[in-house]
């Protein structure tokens, strides 16, 4: 071998193993846990189907939707329930008439292509942008669950792109999140700190508009069902938390592990959200930079709302797809390289580390990011205001 072919036969192994380990890594994803694959989407599925079969009034008993979930896909060993508002009913009804197999390919690829098109666009039509983002493992956690982190990353990114430019799209975006309310509330709280008020309006305006139009497609008692029902739901999901602590990244899930519960609990969890918003809005104030923007917001969900899934790290592959490519462009807006291998590999490793020491560090790891992210917003004097259209 050549002194000028031996950095050209590194550089191919080099990208041999990545490809190995990238592989590899998202293969486990697809592998964790034992219920079949798409098993969050059978709970959508079954909703819908009781909706085409003439039971809404039934689809927020969970006894009633358990027992329809069961007779489509068999004995399901833990209890699953509809938890969502009828805005979610919009695209899970129409999807509900196809077989199910057919419908789950259909639910995943509809919803990662808005999430492909919002990195391409925040990149700056980066034509690799949507192959990082799919190559995140997160992206096939979310694939794992049939869950709908794609369509929550779409949103989330899309809300940040227009925030500026197009008040009227971001609110678009923020209002059909609200879809995951407690994951809605956060862009409410940033828009509405950071005086964002044409966002602030038109988010709440569209959030309204979205209820009634749901309120006149499947009746407004299924509102009344839903919101009748909510604080029972939560109480079942806090009740059966020790079962799916390693699926839950939370600050919450880590101090519960140390021992910590009841005031002391609340407080510590109470005071690292208030931390996290305060965060989240001097980064907005300081910087227009997507990443960075993008970044905190998300950050700020996972460390503020006690109750986030695996499969909700999908939402971070947004942000992270633009820091990566942030390396080239504007390195200071990015992290190291190595530093960024840490937050690819996070979703995967939180899960191996609970699993081999019940413990879940993945809180206190991503509250360090959040950290940096403040400090490079401090740092950012370039500011974007560059107009763009879709």
Known sequence: MTKRTYPLFVRILVIILIVIAVIGINFACLRIGTAIIGIDYADYYATGRMVIDGNIGQIYNMEAHHAVLESLFGKIPYLLEWIYPPTFLLPIVPLSYLPFHASLAVWLALSFIPAALAVYFLTGKNKYAPICLLAFPGTFLNIRWGQNGFLTAALFGFGVYFVESNPMLAGLMFGLLTFKPQMAIFPFIILFFTKKWKAFGWSAFFAAAFAVLTGLLFGFQTWIDFFSTSLYNAQQLSA????????????????????????????????????????????????????????????????????????????????????????????????????????????????????????????????????????????????LKIPHSV
């Open 240 to 383: 059966s938390w020790e079962a799916t602590n390693w699926g839950i990244p939370t600050l919450s899930t880590a101090l519960r592990v140390m021992g910590l519960n009841g005031w002391g609990l609340t407080l510590a969890l109470t005071a690292v959200a208030a931390f996290a918003i305060y965060c989240c809005v001097r980064v907005w104030k300081q910087t227009q930079s997507y990443s960075l923007r993008l970044m905190a917001l998300v950050l700020c969900l996972f460390l503020s709302f006690p109750y986030v899934s695996l499969y909700d790290f999908a939402i971070l592959g947004v942000p992270f797809t633009l820091l990566f490519f942030e390396t080239q462009k504007n390195p200071k807006r990015s992290f190291s390289p190595l530093l960024l291998c840490l937050l690819w590999v996070l979703p995967f490793l939180c899960v191996l580390i609970f699993m081999k020491l019940k413990l879940q560090l993945c809180p206190f790891v991503l509250m360090g990011y959040l950290i940096a992210i403040v400090q490079k917003a401090n740092q950012d004097v370039a500011v």
